[in-house]
């Protein structure tokens, strides 16, 4: 009989609780959620032409994410997919994706860099991600990631090249 007591009467404490935890949660105001917007597949597509070895096709995917709680990252995922590498040496100097964040078509904060001049001559097939880190801003709307990739072929006999993506659709 005391071990029932004892039960019931845990129970009705947990259920105010959870009412009253109810009541608390109803009254705050909502949560907003996490939304991530990219560019398609296809948008920012090229087939470099390189001397003496096979051509490599990259995409970048170009992505802004806000959390919830107004901060924001940016970044680029780099796919490739070429010849076999250990045949014909280095593809490229310079292989850097840089990514920053947008607001109205102006850059907030630091454009990041990343270097994949490494992975991109080593690995037949694979992808990346350049990560502009979160960062806290209190002005809702209109963000976009964005950025491009600077590259320099390798015994093209030039020097860099830019190729400017085509950015994010935008988050709240």
């Known amino acids: 009989m005391k071990w029932t007591f004892r039960r019931s009467r845990l129970a009705s404490v947990l259920a105010t609780l959870a009412i009253a935890a109810g009541i608390v949660f109803a009254v705050g105001s909502p949560a907003q959620a996490r939304v991530v917007e990219c560019t ?18 990259v995409n970048a995917i170009v992505c802004i994410e806000n959390n919830g709680a107004d901060y924001y990252a940016a970044w680029i995922t780099v796919y490739w997919d070429g010849g076999n590498v250990n045949l014909y040496g280095d593809r490229f100097d310079k292989f850097k994706p840089e990514v920053y964040r947008e607001r109205n078509q102006k850059i907030q904060g630091t454009v990041y860099s990343c270097d994949f001049t490494g992975e991109i001559n080593n690995l037949t097939e694979a992808s990346d991600d ?20 600077i590259y320099n072929i390798n015994d093209d006999g030039n020097g860099d090249y830019y190729w400017y993506l085509t950015g994010s659709p935008s988050v709240p």
């Not at 398609?40 to 096709?57: H, Q």
């Not at 209190?138 to 976009?144: K, V």
């Open 40 to 57: 398609d597949w296809d948008t920012n597509e090229k087939t470099f032409n390189l001397p003496g070895k096979p051509d490599v096709t």
């Open 130 to 149: 350049c990560l502009q880190p979160f960062k806290y801003y209190n002005t809702n709307g209109s963000w976009t990631g964005d950025g491009w990739i």
